[in-house]
């Protein structure tokens, strides 16, 4: 499935490791009556760290917070405030438009017109990418609750209402803005013409039936057989007759019961067996339908039924289906006769084979119902999301939006034209300000957004994230392991005690000093901090801390990090006896006995699955997987007889394949149905898929497990072989099963490590080597097979285990083993565990050697 991500950073921290503009630690400050939630010595959170015991404040968090999202989190609160209070009219009053002439333009604020359909429909276009054939619509939006809560859970999406609230958000604001744009055009951009199209397209018919999809006609065929039915077609040199089911046992035509119950069977037992992989539900009586004296009722109340379907989701998915659906009409009671509420015949439908019960239609708005908004609505589908963005600034310059805090107010005056009012100083309570209409008198009020407010709705959203970039911060301040320059515990009280290293010391307190004649030489100038903006207001901006200690401070951090980084990666200077080394050396030995590099072909057969790409053998049917099996070991045993012509043989198996008729197929040439003795058409009716592909030149972790797995046990073998190798071929073929279906494997040619030593017995380079070429890669007491082993071996192992994500890991699972202890109940300690474990996955996702 393709997903849209949100406009969120997902792992705003690991950047944090290394010294970004937020998570610093900034000093306490006196307490403030008027600021003591947010600026005050008020503790957050307490941790224990071995032998170590420290607070992290509020005023910590607030400054963090800020930092990394107070843009973006009062951006969300100045939309939201006015698209739940501000109309069309008000849109209108705000731009100097005569007032009495628009009193009867729509009041209703933007807020009000989403509904809850359209919200689910756009997250559904977002995570499904538009392809949601197969699913009904309970089963989406169990997917939805579920699967997507599951991946934006990270971003501080904790409860699906927190995801429909972002997706309510964003449709109401594209509303606002394309009334907004409207209005600034000063008349309709569209013909009649464009607008009945755009209706047409986008206010479709929404079905409850019953809708099941098939690999094939043969599929089909025999499903209905085991449950006692065949198809009738019409005889069409009898104008009397019809197609329809017929009961096998009675010879008699189907009744509407009966179809109704054998269309309940099958999708229970053949749809739910196709959706295995998600969490599949099937129609029961009770919720679904009654079942009274032989009579079934569907019951058609509640649209996150499993028999409700979007037309826009069935459109996306299969347009074919869609202009189908409408064509049916709807579940008459008791009439069977030359039905037109089901398929008495089987449905090609976009190269899909359907059944279909059609239960009822839920017929959209007329054109004039909705003639008003069509165009809002179509400059809101026209309208980029950039420009959305920008236009709702314009929308809130028009509101008098007033941002105090000015780190929040520079960034948002460098992303969008319209700026929001300067203003000299800051606010002891509020960080924004904005004009709001109050709807009940028409008077004009002012929204305030406080500091405790954002303090509030940034902790819920990145408070587990910022959390646990604090604690790493001071993981690396605090700990004497790694800390070996400055002791920070509180009971060291004279400042010459703390200096455990005073050149490292001095040269970080210079590093202050050189940044601070720098500001006030004014070469900030050209981003905006001249030298009469202030260093201390400099450095609370930049830098997050408010004295030149603090500074230090984050400067030795930055000096600690890199010697630590240095003492896991790099061997310059070590012994053989090192831990280092020995660490190195065996890593470097369980690369090289994993490595593999080759070049191949292949073949996959497989069954398409609901979104038309091919499928996991482990999702087939036990009678899928036997006859996919029996195509496999047949088609392998074509190519054996002559594997050096491999390419040949795949080519003309492929286009074999492609020209087999289908068994009961009209038109097609009954003579192309067997090649070189298989039965292609047998394969082909019952809905087998047949691909060649070039897997091209490729190592470990390129194309799966057992592709690997396949290729290294060939590789092995002879790692110098040039000669083509079909995997598995036997009597009992081995079967390469992954997400794609079962692979025929052609190993062309193997590729060699490069070997060293006086005996070419060496395929990792030995300490002096590395040591040698660490000190001067052009060096001549090299080979080049030697350079070529360090540079393919040592130098990836060593750039991973300085990289931010090895490091990352690191820290965050040493938190694991930390007592932490919240004052604030905004989230609780189990869901900074699970961001945290999301956090070392999302980590370790991202190395390959070291995991």
Excluded at 154 to 170: I, Q, S, V
Excluded at 290 to 303: A, D, R, V
Excluded at 624 to 648: G, P, R
Aim: glycine share 6%; aromatic share 12%; net charge negative.
């Amino acid at each position: 499935m393709k997903k849209t991500l949100l406009l969120i950073a997902l792992i705003m921290g690991i950047s944090c490791i290394f010294g970004c503009d937020g998570c610093k630690k900034v000093p306490e400050v006196e307490d403030d009556p008027k600021q003591i939630l947010v600026e005050g010595k008020e503790t957050y959170l307490t941790v224990k760290q071995g032998e170590y015991s420290y607070d992290i404040t509020v005023d910590e968090m607030y400054l963090n917070l800020r930092n990394e999202i107070g843009f973006s989190t009062v951006v969300n609160w100045a939309d939201k405030t006015i698209v739940q209070n501000f109309s069309k009219r008000d849109l209108y009053k705000k731009m100097s438009k005569a007032q009495n002439e628009y009193l009867e333009i729509d009041d209703t604020p933007y807020w009000n017109f989403v509904t809850d359909e359209e919200i689910i429909e756009d997250m559904t276009k977002d995570y499904f990418g538009g392809n949601t054939s197969g699913y009904t619509q309970e089963q989406i939006m169990e997917i939805l609750q579920k699967d997507y809560l599951e991946e934006v859970y990270a971003h501080g999406f904790r409860k699906f209402d927190d995801l429909k609230e972002f997706y309510h958000l964003k449709l109401a604001k594209s509303r606002c803005v394309a009334d907004y744009y409207q209005i600034l055009r000063e008349a309709d951009p569209y013909t009649e013409g464009e607008k009945k199209t755009f209706y047409n397209e986008k206010y479709l018919t929404n079905f409850w039936g019953i809708i099941i999809p098939f690999n094939s006609y043969l599929e089909i065929e025999n499903t209905l057989r085991e449950l006692g039915y065949s198809i009738h077609s019409k005889d069409v040199d009898n104008p009397a007759d019809y197609n329809k089911w017929i009961n096998i046992k009675t010879g008699n035509e189907a009744t509407t019961a009966e179809i109704i119950q054998t269309m309940i069977t099958l999708y229970n037992e053949t749809m739910v067996k196709k959706l295995n992989a998600q969490t599949a539900a099937k129609i029961t009586e009770g919720t679904d339908y009654t079942l009274i004296n032989g009579e079934y009722t569907f019951i058609t109340e509640n649209k996150n039924s499993i028999l409700y379907h979007l037309g826009n989701n069935i459109r996306t998915s299969n347009n074919d289906l869609y202009t189908f659906m409408k064509s049916l009409s709807t579940l008459v009671e008791n009439d069977a006769v030359n039905a037109n509420w089901y398929t008495p015949k089987i449905q090609v439908l976009g190269e899909i084979n359907y059944l279909i019960l059609n239960i009822k239609k839920e017929e959209p708005k007329t054109y004039e119902e909705v003639s008003n908004i069509i165009i809002s609505e179509m400059m809101k589908n026209d309208l980029t999301e950039d420009e959305v963005n920008e236009l709702m600034a314009h929308i809130r310059w028009l509101n008098n939006l007033v941002i105090y805090d000015g780190n929040v107010r520079y960034e948002y005056n460098n992303i969008f034209e319209k700026k929001v009012t300067e203003v000299s100083t800051g606010h002891e309570i509020y960080v924004a300000v904005m004009d709001i209409i109050d709807k009940q008198n028409g008077s004009s009020s002012v929204g305030m957004y406080t500091k405790e407010q954002m303090f509030l709705d940034m902790d819920y959203t990145y408070g587990p994230y910022v959390t646990i970039e604090l604690i790493n911060y001071h993981n690396f301040l605090f700990d004497s392991k790694y800390n070996n320059v400055y002791d920070l515990r509180s009971d060291v009280k004279n400042e010459a005690e703390r200096i455990l290293d005073e050149n490292a010391w001095e040269l970080v307190v210079n590093d202050v000093v050189i940044e601070k004649g720098t500001f006030l030489r004014g070469d900030y100038t050209m981003y905006g901090y001249s030298s009469g903006y202030g260093w201390e207001n400099f450095i609370g901006e930049v830098y997050g801390v408010r004295t030149d200690k603090e500074l230090a401070l984050l400067y030795l951090r930055r000096d600690l990090m890199n010697t630590y980084i240095n003492s896991i990666s790099d061997v310059t200077g070590l012994a053989e006896d090192s831990s280092l080394w020995k660490y190195f050396n065996n890593k470097m030995q369980e690369i090289a006995n994993q490595y593999f590099k080759v070049t191949a072909w292949g073949m996959i057969v497989t069954y398409h699955g609901a979104d038309g790409n091919g499928t996991h053998p482990d999702t087939w049917t036990a009678e899928q997987k036997a006859l996919a099996q029996e195509f496999y070991k047949e088609l392998m045993q074509f190519i054996e007889i002559d594997v050096a012509n491999y390419k040949e043989n795949i080519d003309s198996l492929i286009y074999a394949y492609s020209i087999a008729p289908y068994l009961l197929g009209e038109n097609q040439n009954p003579g192309n149905s067997t090649f070189m003795g298989i039965n292609m058409s047998k394969y082909k009716t019952a809905g087998l898929k047949l691909y060649s592909i070039d897997l091209g030149d490729f190592t470990v972790g390129t194309h799966g497990v057992e592709i690997d797995k396949a290729a290294k046990e060939i590789w092995d073998v002879d790692p110098t072989s040039e000669e083509p190798t079909l995997y598995g071929a036997s009597e009992a073929p081995k079967y390469i099963a992954n997400d794609d279906g079962y692979y025929i494997y052609v190993n062309i040619k193997c590729h060699d490590l490069h070997r060293i030593g006086e005996n070419q017995e060496r395929i990792i380079p030995n300490l002096n080597e590395i040591q040698l070429y660490l000190s001067d890669e052009e060096t001549e007491l090299l080979s080049d097979e030697q350079k070529q082993v360090i540079t393919s071996i040592y130098i990836p192992l060593s750039a991973e285990l300085g990289t931010v994500y090895n490091v990352a890991r690191i820290l965050y699972k040493e938190q694991l083993d930390y007592e932490l202890t919240f004052r604030y109940q905004t989230y609780d300690l189990a869901t900074y565990l699970k961001v945290l474990e999301i956090s070392i996955e999302q980590a370790e996702s991202k190395l390959n050697y070291t995991k």
